[in-house]
Nanobody, 115 residues
Framework: QVQLVESGGGLVQGGGSLRLSCAAS????????MGWYRQAPGKQRELVAG???????NYADSVKGRFTVSRDNAKNTMYLQMNSLKPEDTAVYYC?????????WGQGTQVTVSS
C-alpha cells in the first residue's frame, strides 16, 4: 500500500506561481510512475503531468512551458512547479502513484487562480 499527501495549494493571482508537493509513504519502493491530475468543477479529471521512475516526463498541452514536474526519490516526494498561472488552471489537483498493478491517489489540494 502507498499513501499520498498533497500540499502547496492555495489562492494566487493570475500570472503567479505555486509549487505543489506530493509526499509518498508506505511501500514506496514499489512505485514506478507518478503523475499530477486536476479536476475542475463540472469537468472530468485530466492528466496534467507525469513522470516515470527514470524521470521521463510528459505534459498536457495546456501546461507545456508553464509547469514542471519533478521527483526526489530519496525523499519519496514529487513536485509540480506551476508558473504563469491562469484562471483556467483553477481545479483540485491530485497526485497519483502506480506500482504496475494498482493506482494510488492523494486527497487533492485546491488551486484557485484569480483574474
Amino acid at each position: 500500500q502507498v499513501q499520498l499527501v498533497e500540499s502547496g495549494g492555495g489562492l494566487v493571482q493570475g500570472g503567479g506561481s505555486l509549487r505543489l508537493s506530493c509526499a509518498a509513504s508506505g511501500s514506496t519502493h514499489s512505485i514506478n510512475a507518478m503523475g499530477w491530475y486536476r479536476q475542475a468543477p463540472g469537468k472530468q479529471r485530466e492528466l496534467v503531468a507525469g513522470i516515470t521512475s527514470g524521470s521521463m516526463t510528459n505534459y498536457a498541452d495546456s501546461v507545456k512551458g508553464r509547469f514542471t514536474v519533478s521527483r526526489d526519490n530519496a525523499k519519496n516526494t514529487m513536485y509540480l512547479q506551476m508558473n504563469s498561472l491562469k484562471p483556467e488552471d483553477t481545479a483540485v489537483y491530485y497526485c497519483k502513484a502506480s506500482d504496475g498493478l494498482l493506482d494510488y491517489w492523494g486527497q487533492g489540494t485546491q488551486v484557485t487562480v484569480s483574474s
